[in-house]
């Protein structure tokens, strides 16, 4: 049953889920409440209307499981992708355990020179549990690499629901409308963060403006 509803929720991305992740999706499943935030610090809050409109925060230095795909749909390429990582997390490593999930994941994306659609190359990156971070287990996929990613300061605000092309545009403009001008702030390179697996309809994300560095 588990498994049907995860096909389901594939389908609506135009992704065909393959039988193998039966296992990997019972596991998370045993251990979804068993999820490593990663680490940040808060730098500020900024509110309206008595709610945290956006919220700036850094990020340290640590070790990501990352793939990149370039699928004709956006939904697509991090559905793939995270197929990668769950089986990664789940058995498909040097340790060959479960290496127990962090949140959020993230998705890198680029905006066109236009800014008016994504590029298709989306880079999905999981976070090494703390258990992991000096020696990450080797990933048996070789689409995975294990990345030593830089400190990040970001600018980040809340959105519930479906992950597309058309909701991350206007979450992107939504939040420079919020926000104005920033000359610190980079423009064509978002990150959005995501809390909840693809199963659940309102799921919490985030949109992440870069600051430059």
């Known amino acids: 049953r588990l498994f049907a509803?995860?096909?389901?929720?594939?389908s609506t991305h135009r992704v065909s889920l393959p039988r193998d992740m039966a296992g990997p999706i019972a596991q998370m499943a045993r251990h979804?409440?068993?999820r490593e935030p990663v680490p940040y610090v808060s730098l500020s809050q900024h509110g309206k209307c008595e709610e945290a409109a956006y919220e700036e925060r850094r990020y340290p230095a640590g070790?990501?499981?990352?793939?990149?795909?370039?699928?004709?749909?956006?939904?697509?390429?991090?559905?793939?992708?995270?197929m990668k990582l769950m089986r990664y997390i789940c058995k498909e490593n040097s340790v060959g355990c479960h290496l127990g999930m962090t949140v959020p994941v993230l998705?890198?994306?680029?905006l066109t020179k236009e800014g008016t659609e994504l590029?298709?190359?989306?880079?999905?990156?999981?976070?090494?549990?703390?258990?992991?971070?000096?020696?990450?287990?080797?990933?048996?996929?070789?689409?995975?690499?294990?990345?030593?990613?830089?400190?990040?300061?970001v600018i980040t605000r809340?959105?519930?629901?479906?992950?597309?092309e058309e909701t991350i545009l206007r979450e992107i403009n939504l939040f420079w409308e919020l926000l104005g001008p920033r000359e610190a702030v980079l423009r064509g390179t978002y990150i959005v963060a995501s809390y909840e697996n693809p199963s659940i309809p309102q799921r919490r994300n985030e949109i992440w403006f870069l600051c430059q560095p």
Request: proline share 9%.
């Open 32 to 34: 979804r409440h068993a």
């Open 63 to 82: 070790k990501w499981a990352c793939v990149t795909m370039g699928e004709p749909m956006y939904e697509q390429s991090i559905s793939l992708s995270f």
């Open 158 to 164: 809340v959105f519930y629901g479906m992950t597309t």
């Open 107 to 110: 998705n890198e994306i680029h």
């Open 119 to 153: 590029e298709r190359e989306v880079l999905t990156a999981y976070y090494l549990p703390g258990a992991f971070q000096q020696n990450p287990p080797v990933p048996m996929d070789p689409e995975i690499h294990i990345t030593e990613r830089a400190p990040l300061r």
């Open 5 to 10: 509803h995860w096909e389901a929720v594939a």
